[in-house]
């Protein structure tokens, strides 16, 4: 047997075939998407997941170190990005969600999601253990998320507040803050549901109701579930075959390719396709959950953790979207619908865990 | 957990802790995936079915094709309305993205006048979806190909070749068949059928095409495409034919129809033909008249303003509608009358001039001397019934004549009829609470006074006369019993006697003989009074004062197979305007080439055919030089 070089050997091969089967299933989705074409979303999607395969490989090698280092740095400099883009909008008179760069649009609530979670896992790895269950442990953690949560609602991006708060709320659950701080959280909550709802705005308000009830609307806003569902569900246990799908290809499908990209699969995929899809997110959330339990520091196993919900949220909450069991709010499948943004900040997530991979195979645990 | 009793908090705590949510989160995430896993099976195991449906039906769009309307013809299968081939041009709202664009490159190419778009942009806004909206109808092949060759650039445009309503003899059945026309809004909003609101959909409006509509109606067929969701069609998926309506068979006589239609020439009247074997109607005209294909195509208001400017009333079928007093043409059936109450047919009165009722002289339009009853007929001699009906009261006569069809409303496939009055003491009494007068039955039996009927009736009171039957008149092949009428035969031989001798004795009718060997025609002639008797003279002035100029008849007379009634609206006179006419038609019965040899003369001097006419008119009336509402001196 032929030896196989450390340089080799050190690569994640299985984590990049992970990465690789669905990025690829989506490509032959994208191909079908637009009518049996590799053009215009396929070969982009794919380059792009190439390169940023490569930067989530190269960001894999820096040292764990450097990413606790700068977690607050980069947490206050998105932060204030965040409120550039606020001003910014507020300057031109309508709402922004991104900078202008130059050569390329930057968002910075997508830069939040994985800031948040460095940040507060900082900031929890360095919380003596004794304060665990104080109140020093919770008040900056809630400032930390608040803020960019409240900016972000103000863009206004449900989804994306909604994903800062459930990172940065599960960094501070594994963290050990005590259990019935999150339960009493959750029934008040709960309870204060319509409260929240009132501050919602109107069109939002509006997606949450034909949530409730789609077929209300059946020409407007809940044409999205409505046709998303037809898809899914026409497409049945085998699908329609590959390239006849008619809902996406008679554009009945709106977002085919992007935030609705999961019904465009389904309706040609048909359930073992789904399924086939779901056992892929399974296998990348095991790895990252793993990562995180074998973490060798605190502040590696809060951040991986939060991570791993950060691509956990986006995944069902899209898929629930797509099955009409969630609101229409602008989630992409991560890895499957086709977009730069999604991707990178997913590249990344998988980068750092990489790293606390990497980390954790170099010396002895230690939660310092 | 009890918050107090806690350990005191180590880094291994927090590790054991860190592990242990781990896994809960891990296992609430897990939970959320096979929830989902479970949700997609749901939808597209469970409730697979239900979403095919819902997805074919986005994908596959089904446009109604409407039906070919069933013909009608005549005795002879001969189409008095068919079908011809129609290009159209339709607007698919759905499908339409650049409104402005399109409708103005249409108005360009169409040469569509401000109405036309006014009328093309409401529809637009009622329409929804994918039904097609008419742009224009009966394209010309030039036209129609000037839209083809832009049509990748008039999104939204749909050109259709279809069927449009055709009655190849126009005016002449026009009050007989009625007219089609687009439904209206309230149709559709009883029957909710798509159908009705499909471009080149058509109801029956009046007449035969509105009584048989659920007949001529037909299936409609339907295309499938395969649609995207902007409308665009990507393929054909085939689709089904549509069944056409069934023909109806008429009693009518197509040839006969057209030939009494154009006979009538210039006048206002009506002229009925009815077979004396079973009642079947075999001319049913009206004149002047309209071209049910204008009605058919979507009348202008131009064209439908100028039909109801003309003072003769082309939109009123007088066959039906119209009531006449009728005038002499009730003496034969005074006479049955009489025969049946006991007069001796063969007793004489001797004619002075006039009848003296009392105070009052009733006059007589002659002096006739002695007559008896047949030469009494013949010589349509008023005193000689003034003198009857004195003698007998009106009350004796009024059931004869309901015998004999007149004031009754037959049931007749589509048609409208007002039944007119055959007058009696106790009509008078309950109309206006007044007891009958002598000089009442005087007045009715010579077809004045109270007296009114409408042509129909007269031409079933010739063919009861002709044929001693109860015949009961018919447009299609209904079944009545025509049994014999309870009348003796020497009162049947009296009327057809004198009516014989009215045409070819030495009667009013002498001069319209028919011109064959053989074949004769028996007749009686009326003149009816427009203004009060005895005033002013009905013979010349204005055409709207001319008395009315009535016949009916039979032929031949030996074993009569026709019967008839005409009626010439301020026609002078039932010798001078009607029975030339009846000649005529009955003639072409027989000998149709000397028929057509009469009438092209005739209308040589009218100035063309029916079409020609009317057309010339129209343009005239358009241009504002309105027609002469005089007719002039009749033929």
């Known amino acids: ?368 | 957990m009890p918050k107090k009793k806690s350990p005191p908090i180590t880094e291994a705590w927090r590790g054991i802790t860190f592990t242990r949510r781990a896994l809960v989160v891990g296992g609430a995430q897990a939970a959320v995936g096979v929830a989902l896993a479970a949700r997609m099976a749901y939808i597209s195991v469970i409730d697979n079915d239900k979403y095919v449906l819902e997805s074919e039906s986005n994908r596959v769009n089904l446009t109604l094709v409407p039906p070919r309307r069933g013909w009608i013809v005549d005795r002879h299968g001969k189409a008095l309305a068919n079908n011809r081939v129609s290009l159209r041009i339709d607007i698919i709202p759905d499908r339409l993205h650049n409104k402005e664009l399109v409708l103005g490159q249409l108005q360009t190419l169409l040469r569509l006048d401000g109405d036309a778009m006014e009328r093309i942009n409401r529809d637009l806004k009622a329409a929804s979806g994918f039904q097609p909206v008419a742009v224009k109808e009966d394209m010309t092949e030039a036209e129609y190909s000037s839209i083809l060759v832009r049509l990748p650039e008039l999104p939204g445009v749909a050109p259709q070749r279809g069927f449009a309503r055709n009655y190849p003899t126009g005016a002449a059945v026009g009050h007989l068949i009625g007219y089609v026309g687009a439904p209206t809004a309230e149709e559709y909003q009883k029957v909710k059928d798509p159908l009705y609101i499909t471009p080149g959909f058509r109801t029956g409006k009046d007449g035969l095409e509105k009584y048989f509509q659920p007949m001529l109606r037909g299936k409609p067929g339907a295309k499938r495409v395969e649609v995207t969701a902007r409308g665009k069609v990507v393929r054909e998926l085939g689709g089904t034919d549509d069944v056409q309506g069934k023909t109806v068979h008429l009693t009518i006589d197509a040839d006969l129809q057209e030939y009494v239609a154009r006979r009538m020439g210039r006048e206002s009247g009506a002229a009925v033909v009815i077979d004396c074997h079973n009642g079947d109607i075999l001319s049913f005209v009206s004149m002047p008249s309209f071209d049910p294909n204008s009605f058919s195509d979507g009348i202008s208001s131009n064209e439908y303003a100028w039909l109801r400017a003309d003072d003769h009333q082309p939109l009123i079928n007088k066959a039906t509608r119209g009531l006449y007093p009728p005038g002499s043409t009730l003496k034969p059936m005074a006479a049955i009358a009489a025969v049946e109450h006991g007069v001796d047919p063969s007793e004489r009165h001797t004619c002075v001039g006039g009848y003296r009722l009392g105070s009052r002289f009733f006059r007589c339009l002659g002096t006739h001397g002695s007559l008896d009853m047949p030469s009494a007929i013949m010589k349509s001699c008023n005193s000689y019934f003034y003198w009857l009906a004195h003698r007998l009261g009106y009350d004796a006569m009024a059931p004869t004549a309901r015998l004999l069809g007149l004031g009754e409303e037959f049931q007749l496939a589509g048609s409208n009829q007002r039944y007119g009055t055959i007058p009696d003491s106790a009509w008078k009494m309950k109309k206006y609470d007044q007891a009958w007068s002598a000089s009442d039955s005087l007045n009715a039996v010579i077809g004045q006074g109270y007296v009114s009927v409408n042509p129909l009736q007269l031409a079933v009171m010739a063919s009861r006369i002709a044929s001693g039957r109860h015949l009961y008149p018919r447009l299609v092949n209904r079944e009545f019993k025509n049994e014999a009428l309870p009348f003796s035969p020497e009162a049947l031989a009296v009327a057809r006697h004198g009516m014989d001798l009215v045409v070819n004795g030495a009667g009013t009718a002498v001069r319209s003989r028919l011109p064959l060997d053989g074949i004769t025609m028996a007749g009686k002639t009326g003149t009816a009074q427009v203004r009060g008797l005895g005033t002013g003279n009905g013979k010349s002035g204005t055409w709207k004062f001319r008395d009315h100029g009535l016949f009916i008849g039979f032929a031949p007379v030996v074993n009569p197979r026709y019967a008839t009634a005409v009626v010439i609206e301020h026609g002078m006179g039932g010798s001078r305007a009607a029975a030339p006419v009846a000649k005529d038609f009955m003639t072409f019965l027989f000998d149709r080439e000397k028929a057509m040899e009469a009438l092209e003369t005739f209308e040589a001097g009218w100035g063309g055919t029916i079409k020609e006419r009317m057309d010339r008119d129209y343009a005239a009336w358009k241009a504002g030089a309105s027609s002469d509402p005089d007719p002039g001196v009749p033929q």
Request: with cysteine; glycine share 12%.
């Open chain 1, 1 to 368: 047997m032929i030896p196989v070089p450390p340089a080799i050997q050190r690569i994640p091969w299985k984590l990049i075939a992970i990465l690789a089967g669905i990025t690829g299933f989506g490509l032959l989705v994208l191909y079908s998407a637009a009518g049996g074409n590799w053009s215009p979303w396929a070969w982009q999607q794919g380059v792009r997941f190439l390169v940023f395969l490569g930067v989530a490989l190269v960001i894999g090698r820096f040292p764990l170190r450097i990413f606790e280092d700068f977690a607050y740095i980069g947490y206050i400099g998105i932060l204030v990005l965040l409120i550039a883009v606020e001003l910014l909008g507020f300057v031109g008179g309508g709402s922004q969600r991104w900078l202008n760069l130059g050569f390329m649009n930057l968002q910075p609530s997508e830069l939040m999601k994985v800031a948040i979670v460095i940040a507060l896992a900082r900031f929890y790895a360095q919380l003596p253990p004794g304060n665990t269950r104080t109140f020093t442990a919770l008040w900056p953690a809630l400032v930390m998320i608040g803020l960019p949560a409240a900016l972000v609602m103000l863009q206004p991006d449900l989804g994306t507040a909604l994903a800062i708060c459930i990172g940065g709320v599960v960094v501070m659950f594994v963290a050990g803050l005590p259990f019935w701080w999150f339960g009493s959280t959750a029934v008040a909550g709960l309870a204060a549901l319509p409260v929240l709802f009132s501050f919602l705005h109107d069109y939002q308000q509006k997606r949450v109701l034909i949530f409730l009830d789609p077929e209300s609307d059946p020409l407007g806003a809940g044409y999205h579930i409505s046709q998303s569902k037809i898809a899914i569900g026409s497409g049945g246990i085998g699908g329609k075959g590959f390239l006849n799908g008619s809902q996406s290809h008679l554009d009945y499908l709106p977002e085919g390719h992007t935030d609705f990209i999961f019904a465009t699969m389904a309706e040609e995929w048909g359930l073992i396709g789904g399924l086939a899809l779901l056992f892929g997110f399974f296998l990348l959330l095991r790895w990252s959950t793993r990562v995180a339990l074998r973490a060798r520091t605190r502040f590696g196993q809060l951040t991986a953790a939060g991570l791993t919900m950060t691509i956990f949220f986006y995944i069902a909450i899209n898929l629930m979207m797509v099955m009409g069991l969630a609101p229409v709010v602008g989630i992409p499948l991560p890895l499957f619908s086709y977009g730069g943004s999604s991707m990178l900040t997913i590249m990344t997530c998988v980068g750092i865990m990489l790293a606390i991979e990497n980390d954790s195979k170099t010396g002895s645990r230690r939660f310092h």
